[in-house]
């Protein structure tokens, strides 16, 4: 007997949930309470576990779909019960049967003894993560592997890690290339006896007809991928939950130009997240639909991709002869032809640098930008995380000029500033001041995207909030001491510098489950408070494009480790716009670093329907009296203030004080070596 599956009920007041994720499919078999998909709505995501055992029938949403609380998603039935589509899917399983019986007479022919060869699948590298990108591989075809021996290096969204081998034995064929984002599943090498990779080589020999299979797999992986003549219309994706719309801010492709599959078209800005959108074919830039600064709306197309010939055909019919005038103009001019060369030269460099493998791993992007500018990977020191080259350092070190020639004019340089007179601006600070602003002087520059929120945001904020902000001075002697002793230890095993706001997020986790009026919202419509079951936290971050919040969730459940590496992996993504749009969602209270420059004093401003906001002042060495034993005494301390603003339509003055107040004691008591975990 069939069972229906109703949205459950979500929390208090939530009448919809958007399904984000699907984790089994028509014809899978479920036991009761076994996750069956993952649902968001604006205040939790979570996973919809199976209320009986049985086989998935039919799935009535799908992903992205917001359903109400008590429609029928999904149609579980009893074992044995055959789904809807079965016909459909016996043929397809068949149909892959007959596909895959090539695959699995290869692997029994491939090897000595039990003749069989490995395959090496792309692991499962965290929650929620689908898929991985290949970096470097670390082993070539043909080469031993002992058991747990690494084979190569991954990249996610979320980690980079060492995929190590299953099994010992030779590697046999490498399935995907460095830089290909594989997913979590795939098969991306096969490892095999050593005589399993003569005994292919001699079947290949001796059967000529076998070396015309791989062909068609590749024609098969490629097909569905590549563009059709007549062009592929690339619409605007979905870009988060309640995002109907994106700013296209930069162009990183003309009409004209080649690009691969999920190569970066575009950047585009929304009220939530900054992202790339790569291309979702391989093919030619035929047209482009919408130019820089539009704002286009999720489904509408915003560029058309095809065929190298498909391009052709666009063209006039003399088109072949084209190519001739342009390498004819070229020629007479030899500057163009020896700039030429030394663009060939560079390029030829630094893909030996990049084959080498001593270039950390960067993004197709930013290793085709630095072959086009001809930058040397090896002289760049990376600004992501982790070290990691982003193209912001490629343009920096191409306006900047290469070291060595920076080096070699430094003496020059020197000689000729002494001899000439000192400017008006000669003794100027230029402390903390960024040169590319200097173009901005006399312009009038339309906001991007990022600007435009903020300024609206916080306008709303003092409009619909009454804010007041507290301050204290707290004492962080102990904390400076603290860090100064495990900081290597602590780099060292959790590769993440243990910085002062972690400590200061932690101390105002722990204070918000004290205090939950204080992690809590106010609705003054309905005349409500909601106080918040988890602690998420928001971390200003100041990027390049303006000031971004992502939130560490569930800090209550966290340690100085988890957080300190959550803040080096958010500000990170936040900086290379990585960041996915549930990053930027569901913050129940924020924290901002406003020393970073210097700041001694200020007063943050809230973000709705939060009910406060607290600062980390610059941390600066003063005289302080100290009183030990009844005796008052003179010492240098480490000192901060803590402004806090609230709402005072939640938040009482006192209820303020007390918040702040147990902050302080936690921090100035400085006993935090139990949650360094090393």
Known sequence: MAHSVEMPELGESVTEGTITTWLKEVGDTVEVDEPLLEVSTDKVDTEIPSPVAGVILEIKA?????????????????????????????????????????????????????????????????????????????????????????????????????????????????????????????????????????????????????????????????????????????????????VTEGTITTWLKEVGDSVEVDEPLLEVSTDKVDTEIPSPVEGTILEILAEEDDTVEVGDVIVIIGDA????????????????????????????????????????????????????????????????????????????????????????????????????????????????????????????????????????????????????????????????????????TRIAELRKKVKPAFVEKHGANITYLAFFIKAAAEALVSHPNVNASYDADAKEITYHEDVNIGIAVDTPMGLLVPVIKQVQDMNLADIAKTITDLAGRARDKKLRPDDLTGATFTVTNIGSEGALLDTPVLTPPQAGILGTAAIEKRPVIVTEDGIDSIAIRQMCYLPFTYDHQLIDGADAGRFVTTIKDRIEQGDFEADLDI
């Open 309 to 476: 010939d498909a391009a052709a055909e666009a063209e006039e019919p003399a088109e072949e002869e084209k190519p001739a005038p342009k390498q004819e103009e070229k020629k007479p001019e030899p500057k163009k032809e020896e700039k030429a060369e030394k663009k060939a030269d560079s390029k030829n460099a630094s893909a030996k640098v990049d084959n080498g493998g001593n270039v950390p791993y960067v993004t197709p992007l930013v290793r085709k930008l630095a072959d086009k500018h001809g930058v040397d990977l090896n002289t760049i020191e990376g600004t992501g995380v982790g070290g990691r080259i982003r193209k912001q350092d490629v343009l920096a070190a191409v306006e900047g000029g290469a070291p060595a020639a920076a080096s070699a004019a430094s003496s020059s340089a020197s000689k000729e500033q002494a001899e000439q007179p000192k400017g008006p601006r000669a003794n100027w600070s230029t402390k903390s001041v960024d040169p590319a602003k200097a173009e901005l002087i006399g312009t009038t520059q339309r906001v991007n995207r990022i600007r435009e929120i903020t300024a609206a945001k916080m306008v709303e904020s003092l409009q619909t909030s009454a804010q007041l902000t507290h301050v204290q001075e707290v004492d962080v």
């Open 62 to 242: 799908e992903e992205d779909d917001t359903v109400e609380v008590g429609d029928v998603i999904v149609v579980i039935g009893d074992e044995g019960e055959a789904p809807a589509s079965s016909d459909d899917s016996d043929k397809a399983e068949k149909a892959e049967e007959k596909e895959e019986a090539p695959k699995k007479e290869e692997k029994k022919s491939s090897g000595s003894g039990s003749g069989d060869a490995t395959d090496v699948e792309m692991p499962e590298l965290g929650e929620s993560v689908t898929e991985g990108t290949i970096t470097t591989w670390l082993k070539e075809v043909g080469d031993e592997v002992e058991v747990d021996e690494p084979l190569l290096e991954v990249s996610t969204d979320k980690v980079d890690t060492e995929i190590p081998s299953p099994v010992a034995g030779t590697l046999i064929e490498i399935l995907a290339e460095e830089d290909d984002t594989v997913e979590v599943g795939d098969v991306i090498a096969r490892v095999g006896d050593a005589d399993a990779v003569a005994a292919s080589d001699d079947d290949e020999d001796d059967e000529p007809a076998a070396e015309e299979e791989p062909a068609p797999k590749q024609e098969e992986k490629a097909a569905p991928k590549k563009s059709s003549g007549a062009g592929t219309k690339v619409e605007m994706p979905e870009l988060g939950e309640s």
